[in-house]
């Protein structure tokens, strides 16, 4: 039977997770503006399912339209089960129910930065100096003292990357590692083989 790749790497996430591996919750996104060098970046990997990879983005961020336009590969390196992705595919936006969770797991300060971006400044761009970034954090606390007044941003978006294309790369002990291109189609997933 053909092999389900998005399966794989639930599977392999576990392996990864029950062996300690410190990336099993992280990824990197690499987009490309279409002019100069690309821009690449750790993300958390929220959740891995038929439903796509789930990643927790504001949309005042640089890396939104790139990502939005499909100038994007997104990969996963477990150096404990020796297994890369590299994925590529379409988005969709992450159900309301399934972002308010991932909200409601988000420290005080980490939902302050987010609310920093819609009512602030938008994330990546340049302020005066860390102390006037920290007064504007401690103005946000101040309105908002505890984790639930927080309001849950407009600008934070869960979204799906749900998978077209995926390269799995399987570290071999001989050095010969075994790399397999998976694309999707209407009929379900074709594999072929790559030179490592
Ligand atoms: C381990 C780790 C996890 C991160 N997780 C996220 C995340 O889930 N979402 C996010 O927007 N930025 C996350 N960041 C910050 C990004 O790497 C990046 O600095 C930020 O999103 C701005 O990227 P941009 O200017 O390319 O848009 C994380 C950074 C690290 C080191």
Redo the contacts with the bound molecule.
């Keep these: 039977m053909a092999v389900d790749p998005i399966a794989e790497i639930v599977a392999d996430r576990e392996r990864a997770r029950a062996a300690g591996d410190p990336l099993v919750d992280?990824c990197i996104l690499a987009?490309s503006d279409g002019h100069g060098p690309p821009?690449v970046?750790?993300?958390?990997l929220?959740d891995v399912g038929e439903q796509g990879l789930g990643?927790?983005?504001?949309a005042s961020?640089?890396?939104?339209e790139p990502l939005h336009s499909g100038r994007y590969e997104l990969l996963i390196l477990w150096q404990t089960v020796h297994r890369q992705y590299r994925v590529r595919g379409s988005l969709t936006p992450m159900p309301e129910d399934r972002v308010e969770e991932y909200w409601r797991r988000k420290v005080h300060a980490s939902r302050l930065l987010d609310l920093y971006y819609d009512r602030v400044q938008a994330?990546?761009t340049p302020v005066d100096s860390r102390e006037a970034f920290m007064a504007g954090i401690d103005t946000l606390r101040q309105h908002h003292p505890t984790p639930d007044a927080v309001p849950r941003p407009a600008l934070l978006r869960g979204i799906y990357l749900v998978p077209g294309r995926i390269e799995i790369w399987r570290g071999s002990p001989d050095r010969l590692h075994d790399r397999r291109l998976f694309t999707r189609s209407a009929a379900g997933w074709r594999e072929q083989v790559l030179v490592p």
Aim: proline share 6%.
């Design positions: 992280a987009t821009g970046r750790a993300l958390v929220r990643l927790l983005i504001s961020s640089p890396k939104w994330q990546s």
